[in-house]
T-cell receptor
């Protein structure tokens, strides 16, 4: 079975401090992993993706994520939070074992405190 | 601009009414899908299509129908609306079923059933 768990439903950080959004997955095959961001009343935008190339993936707006197979994790980080980073973040996994369907985590709401 | 277009953006239905949510993409993507987003549950797959004339069920298909007569369009039909179908609906597309480049999402349709 395939699943994805976002360990925190809400995260609050102060502007200028680091961001860490945690994601663990389970997969029977080599997975593809994604992070999406959703700003209020908007659609989902792709932040970054891992598809079996480099394990440290850089995305847009200064975000990056590291694929750690031994820990089955794909945590999202950013060195310095900006007010515009306040949004909902979704971790997504897919693999060929389930027809490459995308499975979404339940989301992490990021609040940035000025 | 190229992308996924969803209409309408907002809709209120009475219980038992039917309606069609429209989705169109102009990127010549093979794969299209419909998700619903509910608080605390992430996005759940309703139906998907891997090409014109081919559709299949996702995780939560009951109460919904789809068709794919052209590559561009993938409408979602609610046959007899129920309050449990109150949700935000997203259409997504990708070049291939594997979606290695990630999905492109529409801006969503917010549906309320009273």
């Amino acid at each position: 079975a395939q699943s994805v768990t976002q360990l925190d439903s809400h995260v609050s950080v102060s502007e200028g401090t680091p961001v860490l959004l945690r994601c663990n997955y389970s997969s029977s095959y080599s997975p593809s992993l994604f992070w999406y961001v959703q700003h209020p009343n908007k659609g989902l935008q792709l932040l970054l993706k891992y598809t079996s190339a480099a394990t440290l993936v850089k995305g847009i707006n200064g975000f990056e994520a590291e694929f750690k197979k031994s820990e089955t994790s794909f945590h999202l980080t950013k060195p310095s939070a900006h007010m515009s980073d306040a949004a909902e973040y979704f971790c997504v996994v897919s693999d060929r074992g389930t027809g490459n369907q995308f499975y979404f985590g339940t989301g992490t709401s990021l609040t940035v405190i000025p | 601009n190229a992308g996924v277009t969803q209409t309408p953006k907002f809709q209120v239905l009475k219980t038992g009414q039917s309606m069609t949510l429209q989705c169109a993409q102009d990127m010549n993507h093979e794969y299209m899908s419909w998700y619903r987003q509910d608080p605390g549950m992430g996005l759940r797959l309703i139906h998907y299509s891997v090409g014109a004339g081919i559709t299949d069920q996702g995780e939560v298909p009951n109460g919904y129908n789809v068709s794919r007569s052209t590559t561009e369009d993938f409408p979602l039909r609610l046959l007899s609306a129920a309050p449990s179908q109150t949700s935000v609906y997203f259409c997504a597309s990708s070049r291939t079923r594997q979606g290695a480049g990630g999905y492109t999402f529409g801006s969503g349709t917010r549906l309320t059933v009273v």
